[in-house]
């Protein structure tokens, strides 16, 4: 567990310095979500970083394309790419684009335009099924995912349709673009309104490794229908300036001696 | 043992819609590699005979078309081929950014193909006459746009739409329209066909307006007026060697198609002719109106897309000939 939290706070560093080095980026939902990526690609996703291709593997879908940062960083961490390909986030040529695009290796499905997430990893199941590969698909969404229609059609899809190898994580942060979710659109309660949908709804601490452990492992086991884990979460999660503060939404950039202290934090908690 | 697809006469009355259904049964007995997504209107888009005879690779999706084509991009990542099926209106329009962003992005091998699509809808009015779904999918990076005329037309095009590897938006159509081509046509995605010769001007028709197209001309050629009739059924990527050659040799083109006269078919041949080697164009379409309630045929002479209507412009274009 010591190990996942280490590469979680890699995974934070290596985000903070992509988009201090772009000039731009998103670090607050990038940090929020680290824990949920780092327990998917270093512990439970069935998949070849050698072969990002490989047909039977496990599908990952960042719906909250904006965290594209730590998806980069879990990524090339993982041995998708080299890291040297980190400073080419957002840069006119570069591998890593400001949102997903499929042409990065391990990238499975663009993404940077709310809500059709869900949806795309509902297709990538139904292939999966109609072909009989063993692949499960992961997705994970966050508050803003929440708010566009096309995601409740798939939330309303899956179970009808009888998916049920499709794990959706809500990176419940709470803060949006221009404010908290209450104040923008309160799409809640969430446990309540998706288990109403037919899913089987987990609501777990989204920094706590051992509940999210818990929560794939549990999924995994469950056969009858898709399951949906409510992760609360913080924004900023781990750099002590940056949680809580919706300043650090997006598309601004970190100043040297931000990212020192942000970088030293997370150091420090690591060790 | 399978069938042999059985084709119509020329002459006949053929929705093309019936067309779909048929070439999609037929395609079911030979072939496992694609499935039916459906919107609940299989019964409107002319696949419920496919619906109904493989009822294991039809994915319904209640009405609820973003997720759907989300879901058909999804899909087509693990190697099996989506035929998205739904009124162009509702299809196209509401999940156009899907299509933009989930299925063309990544080049994802996803096929859409609507069926109530310009005023030939009908009865039906304006909400559901699609007259923008041309302009709003050839612009887009990496789609195929694929037109066919006629009930024949269409049944040799969806096995090369399959065989295509990327992203096609088909237009197909509601009500019957005369059957234009036998069996023996040669469909091919990206080249246009020439019914008819002629060297004083040249009608570029694509869809339900081919046959009214080859009226035209014959009208005019009793007139002493030989006019070239193109069925171009690839709007993307535009047959440019057809068009170009039709320009050089005629000096005067028509355009005629059953869609917004802005960012249709006739727009493309003009964003090419105009670079390539400019003539006079007539662009006939409905004139940026939404469409209204009536019989399709009816609706055609009330949008001035008759074959009456083909040969007027014609002799407009003729008068502008330098």
């Known amino acids: 567990m010591n190990k996942l ?33 780092a327990a998917l690609y270093f512990d439970e996703l069935r998949v070849r970083p050698d072969r990002p291709d490989w047909p039977e593997r496990d599908r990952f879908v960042l719906s909250k394309g904006h965290a594209a940062p730590a998806y980069y960083a879990a990524l090339g961490l993982r041995g998708y790419f080299p890291r040297e390909q980190f400073s080419s986030f957002r840069r006119l040529g570069g591998l890593l684009q400001g949102h997903p695009e499929v042409t990065t290796p391990g990238v499975d499905a663009p993404s940077g335009s709310l809500g059709m997430g869900l949806s795309q990893g509902l297709g990538m199941a139904h292939a999966a099924r109609v072909c009989g590969r063993p692949t499960r698909v992961y997705v994970l969404l966050g508050d803003g995912d929440m ?47 998706l288990a109403a949908f037919g899913w089987r709804v987990q609501e777990i601490d989204g920094h706590d490794l051992g509940e999210i452990l818990d929560a794939l492992a549990a999924a995994r086991e469950a056969g009858d229908a898709p399951t949906f884990v409510v992760a609360r979460t913080v924004k900023g999660k781990g750099v002590s300036f940056m949680e809580h503060d919706n300043g650090w939404h997006g598309s601004r950039g970190l100043t040297p001696g931000e990212l020192e202290t942000a970088l030293e934090e997370l150091e420090g908690s690591a060790r | 043992m399978t069938g042999q697809l059985a084709f119509w006469s020329p002459g006949e009355q053929v929705s093309l819609r019936e067309a779909f259904g048929r070439v999609l049964c037929h395609l079911g007995e030979t ?11 299989a019964g409107g888009t002319g696949a419920k005979p496919f619906a109904d005879r493989f009822p294991g690779r039809v994915v319904q999706f209640g009405i609820a078309e973003q997720n759907m084509v989300a879901a058909a991009a999804g899909f087509a990542e693990g190697n099996c081929i989506p035929v998205v099926a739904g009124f162009a209106s509702f299809l196209m329009m509401r999940a156009h950014e899907q299509f933009r962003t989930a299925v063309a992005y990544p080049g994802r091998n996803v096929k859409v193909c609507c069926s109530h699509v310009g005023v030939d809808v009908g009865p039906d009015g304006a909400t559901a006459q699609m007259v923008e779904d041309l302009a709003v999918t050839r612009s887009i990076p990496n789609v195929t746009v694929v037109v066919p005329a006629d009930a024949n037309e269409l049944m040799l095009a969806v096995p090369e739409v ?81 068009l170009l050659a039709a320009a050089r040799d005629t000096g005067a083109i028509v355009t005629a198609e059953d869609h917004n006269r802005h960012g249709g078919m006739g727009g493309a041949v003009c964003e090419f002719l105009s670079q390539h080697h400019p003539v006079p164009v007539e662009v006939v379409g409905i004139d940026d109106r939404f469409g209204t309630s009536g019989e399709a045929e009816d609706l055609c002479r009330h949008f001035g897309l008759t074959a009456a209507d083909l040969v007027a412009a014609t002799r407009r274009v003729l008068a502008r000939k330098p």
């Open chain 2, 162 to 242: 399959l065989d295509l590897d990327g992203p096609v938006y088909m237009r197909i159509g509601r009500s019957p329209a005369p059957v234009v081509f036998d069996r023996d046509h040669r469909f091919r995605i990206g080249r246009a066909t020439v019914l008819a010769d002629g060297r004083d001007a040249a009608i570029v028709a694509t869809g339900t307006l081919v046959a009214r197209a080859v009226s035209a001309a014959e009208t005019l050629r009793r007139e002493g007026v030989a006019v070239r009739v193109i069925n171009l059924s690839t709007i993307k990527p535009l047959d440019r060697d057809t």
């Open chain 2, 31 to 41: 072939r496992s590699d694609f499935w039916l997504f459906d919107a609940d209107v």
């Open chain 1, 5 to 37: 939290f280490e590469t979680a706070q890699s995974i934070r560093a290596e985000a903070l310095k992509m988009i201090h080095a772009a000039g731009s980026g998103h670090p607050g939902g990038s940090l929020s979500c680290a824990d949920l990526l």
């Open chain 1, 147 to 193: 708010e566009e229609g096309n995601t409740w059609e798939a939330l309303m899809a899956a179970p009808h349709q009888g998916i049920t190898r499709l794990v959706a994580l809500l990176d419940a942060n709470g803060l949006q673009g221009d404010g908290p979710v209450e104040a923008q659109m309160d799409y809640g309660p969430a446990p309540e309104k």
